[in-house]
């Protein structure tokens, strides 16, 4: 069973940073893609970042310059480092991951969601 396990949330001051963990469990025969996402209380989920397994990459307007995504291809893991962060940055944070599986589909999976704070 395919699972994608996030770590690496909690609560940080403005300004600070804090890096984020996403990590695809389970047999597969490769992943497309990562990103990550995230939700603020009542609003819209929206793009954080994007990679691809070719090391292409898309940010969302709001954390382009602060964020980078990374990716280990062969470990199937993204990463997320989050530097000069505010407190509009407050949100749950979801990996997702594009993932062929060992039957050549694709699939998308979603993560349990890690909560992000940033605030004094």
């Known amino acids: 069973q395919v699972q994608l396990v996030e770590s690496g949330g909690g609560l940080v001051q403005p300004g600070g940073s804090l890096r984020l963990s996403c990590a695809v469990s389970?047999?597969?025969?490769?992943?497309?893609?990562m990103g990550w996402y995230r939700q603020a209380p009542g609003k819209q989920r929206e793009l954080v970042a994007v990679?691809?397994?070719?090391?292409?990459?898309d940010y969302g307007d709001s954390v382009k310059g602060r964020f980078t995504i990374s990716n280990d291809n062969a470990k199937n893991t993204a990463s997320l480092q989050m530097n000069s962060l505010k407190p509009e940055d407050t949100a749950v944070y979801y990996c997702?991951?594009?993932?062929?599986?060992?039957?050549?589909?694709?699939?998308?999976?979603w993560g349990q969601g890690t909560q992000v704070t940033v605030s004094s």
């Open positions: 990679i691809t397994s070719g090391g292409s990459t």
């Open positions: 389970g047999k597969t025969s490769g992943v497309n893609a």
């Open positions: 997702n991951a594009h993932i062929r599986t060992v039957t050549m589909t694709t699939l998308l999976y």
